[in-house]
């Protein structure tokens, strides 16, 4: 079946300007992460969603990011005024949700996201 | 706070050479810690995961161990191709209320040269 999917693949923007990364994941899938892969913090945890809560959101970097998931499925990342530290992989992952111990997440091929 | 740590950083081997990456871990009340693959410009494909009570998995020419006492994870390739080059992240998924959230190694870069 089809895998995680994100859109755009890569986005370059402006300084100061918002932007909006999106996240499908496999279906049927309640789990949904959301990472940050960049040079010199390598792979950061950013937002969980359990169906369309999300219960830990401890790895928001600031108020500028903030995420939605809508109908237990798609999920947006949105990021306000960007800044050039902002310049990163955003990877996402979905996964069963049934048991912690084995539950495997699974991830899309990431937004290269570039401001400028 | 969980830290994990990855050695080597680089490592480049010739063809048929087995192999062992190394990753660490600072907080031992873990689910499960998991092998990825990550490809240039590509997402993460997961390799193997190995439950918290258990010791090793294998996958062909993969076999990871776990020792979740002394914090140590080793990844074992065996004979391995130029087409196992890329870069391989070790991750651990954390016990108690962390709801599954994955914190992860540097990575090492595999380069395999026929």
């Known amino acids: 079946g089809a895998g995680v999917s994100q859109s755009p693949s890569n986005k370059v923007t402006e300084k100061g300007k918002d932007v909006e990364l999106r996240c499908d994941p496999i279906?049927?899938?309640?789990?949904l992460y959301w990472y940050r892969q960049s040079l010199g913090q390598g792979l950061e945890f950013l937002i969980y969603?359990?169906?369309?809560?999300?219960?830990?959101k401890s790895g928001l970097p600031s108020d500028r990011f903030s995420a939605e998931r809508t109908g237990g499925s798609v999920s947006t990342l949105t990021i306000q005024r960007t800044q050039q530290e902002d310049s990163a992989v955003y990877l996402c992952?979905?996964?069963?949700?049934?048991?912690?111990?084995?539950?495997?997440?699974?991830f899309g091929p990431g937004t290269r996201l570039t401001v400028l | 706070k969980q830290e994990v740590t990855q050695i080597p950083a680089a490592l480049s081997v010739p063809e048929g050479e087995n192999l062992v990456l190394n990753c660490s871990f600072t907080?031992?009340?873990?689910?499960?810690l998991q092998w990825f693959r990550q490809d240039p410009g590509k997402g993460l494909t997961s390799l193997l995961l190995?439950?918290?009570?258990?010791r090793e998995q294998t996958s062909g020419r993969l076999n990871a161990s776990l020792d979740k006492s002394s914090g140590r994870s080793t990844l074992y390739i065996a004979a391995s191709q130029p087409g196992d080059s890329a870069t391989y992240l070790c991750?651990?998924?954390?016990?108690?209320?962390?709801?599954?959230?994955?914190?992860f190694g540097q990575g090492t870069i595999l380069t395999v040269h026929p």
């Open positions: 991750a651990v998924k954390a016990g108690g209320t962390s709801y599954g959230k994955l914190t």
């Open positions: 969603f359990q169906g369309n809560s999300a219960p830990d």
């Open positions: 992952a979905s996964s069963s949700g049934l048991r912690i111990g084995t539950d495997t997440q699974y």
């Open positions: 190995i439950q918290s009570s258990q």
């Open positions: 279906s049927g899938h309640t789990a």
């Open positions: 907080d031992s009340a873990i689910y499960n």
